[in-house]
């Protein structure tokens, strides 16, 4: 069965620190990945999406990057963060339009 | 127009009873659609998916769908205090085969 491994859990941050979270799937190749925000008490904002390695399409122009080096390896950098970057980051996947989500990380900037 | 509405909420609903969410979309041309669970402070997790109009049911949940109407609706049935959390309403963007539009969600409070 498939599995998305999503860390870590949460994150405090200083202003002006950068920014490394890691998703990886298991269980299948070739996934669709996503980077969604999700801000306190907000819907779901799509940052970052890829249909294969090293091609990452950006929904929101922005001080974050994501990176896609594995076929099942899904990465969002930021060098500098933002007080408003603070946010509940969640890694999907998907093999078609139905997503699974990772656990999450809750990143607060300081 | 939002591309996905749903009431913010909160719906509350006596234990035992039926819960009914409502999800609305303006893209006449979506052809996937999901319901998602959110609990707090955790991430979504998929409920049911729906593709064609009518009901689908899956244990004590049930999705329409009347794309003639552009709406989609989650049913739960004999609603438990566990059921309690924001759900979340999915529909695929418009000429995309893995992009989904999400509704804000709607806060359901079951009340023993």
């Known amino acids: 069965s498939q599995t998305i491994h999503q860390w870590p859990a949460t994150l405090v941050q200083p202003v002006g620190s950068p920014l490394s979270l890691e998703c990886t799937v298991e269980g299948t190749s070739n996934p669709n990945l996503y980077w969604y925000r999700q801000a306190a008490g907000r819907g779901l904002q799509l940052l970052f999406y890829?249909?294969?390695?090293?091609?990452i399409s950006s929904e929101v122009p922005q001080n974050l990057s994501a990176s896609r080096p594995q076929d099942r390896q899904f990465i969002l950098s930021s060098k500098k963060l933002l007080l408003s970057d603070s946010g509940f980051y969640l890694c999907a996947w998907g093999p078609g339009t139905v997503t699974f989500f990772g656990q999450g990380t809750r990143l607060t900037v300081v | 127009q939002k591309e996905v509405e749903q009431n913010s909420g909160p719906l509350s609903v006596p234990e035992g009873a039926i819960a009914s969410l409502n999800c609305t979309y303006s893209d006449r041309v979506s052809q996937s659609f999901f319901w998602y669970r959110q609990y707090s402070g955790k991430s979504p997790e998929l409920i049911m998916s729906i593709y064609s109009n009518g009901d689908k049911e899956d244990g004590r949940f049930t999705a329409q769908l009347n794309k003639a109407s552009q709406y989609v609706s989650l049913l739960i049935r004999d609603s438990q205090p566990s059921d309690s959390a924001t759900y979340l309403c999915?529909?695929?963007?418009?000429?995309?085969?893995?992009?989904?539009?999400w509704g804000a969600g709607t806060k359901l409070i079951i009340k023993p």
């Open positions: 890829s249909v294969g390695i090293g091609q």
């Open positions: 999915a529909v695929n963007k418009k000429d995309s085969n893995y992009q989904l539009i």
